[in-house]
Each structure stands twice: as C-alpha cells, then as structure tokens.
C-alpha cells in the first residue's frame, strides 16, 4: 500500500511560479514511475508530467513543456513538480500518483494509487 500526499498548492499571479510537493510512504516508491495529473471543473484528469523510477526519463504535456519540471528524490520519498510561468489555463486540483511498475503512464489507467490532490489558482 502506498499513500501519497500533495502539498504547495495555492494562489499565484500569472507569470509566477510554485512547487508542489508529493510525500510517499512506503517502500515501493523508488522503484515506482510516477506522475502529476490535473482536473479542471468540467474537465477529465490529464497528464502534467511523469518520471521513471530513476528519475533519469521524463515525459511532459505539450502544454507545460519548457515551464514545468517533475523531479523525484528516492531517499526522501518525494516527488516534485516545479511550475513557473504560470498561466490561468493551469488553474486545477493537481494530483500525484504512483504505478505498480518503474516507467509509469500518460494515462491515468496507468496508476494505482493517487493522492487527494491540491488546489492551483492562477490568476491573470
């Protein structure tokens, strides 16, 4: 069982920047690929961002390519999405999740435990 838990959600002006925040419990998560995903109302969850087990492979969403950058660090369970350039198109609950396997998915099917998500207002 693998519990996730997203934080460095918020308020910022356009242009601006955050960073969110994923801490994992459990054992499996250096072995795990894992991703940030978003919901706006109305919406389906779409892929941000993913990372391999390693770190050493990302994949990004055209949309946030060249202004997000995912990252992980194994010894302290924790995944990162860095976010700068803010557009209000970015407004969403933003959610970590991690897959059973090392690669992760561009699919949310591809994932098997996700957090609660965190709210990401950008105002213009």
């Known amino acids: 069982q693998v519990q996730l838990v997203e934080s460095g959600g918020g308020l910022a002006q356009a242009g601006g920047s955050l960073r969110l925040s994923c801490a994992a419990s459990g054992r499996t998560f250096s072995r795990s690929g894992m991703g940030w995903f978003r919901q706006a109302p109305g919406k389906e969850r779409e892929i941000v961002a993913r990372?391999?087990?390693?770190?050493?492979?990302?994949v990004y969403a055209d949309s946030v390519k060249g202004r997000f950058t995912i990252s992980r660090d194994n010894a302290k369970n924790t995944l990162y999405l860095q976010m700068n350039s803010l557009k209000p198109e970015d407004t969403a609950v933003y959610y970590c999740a991690a897959s059973s396997g090392p690669v992760g998915s561009s699919s949310v099917r591809g994932y098997d435990y996700w957090g609660q998500g965190t709210q990401v207002t950008v105002s213009s």
């Open positions: 990372i391999n087990w390693s770190g050493s492979s990302t």
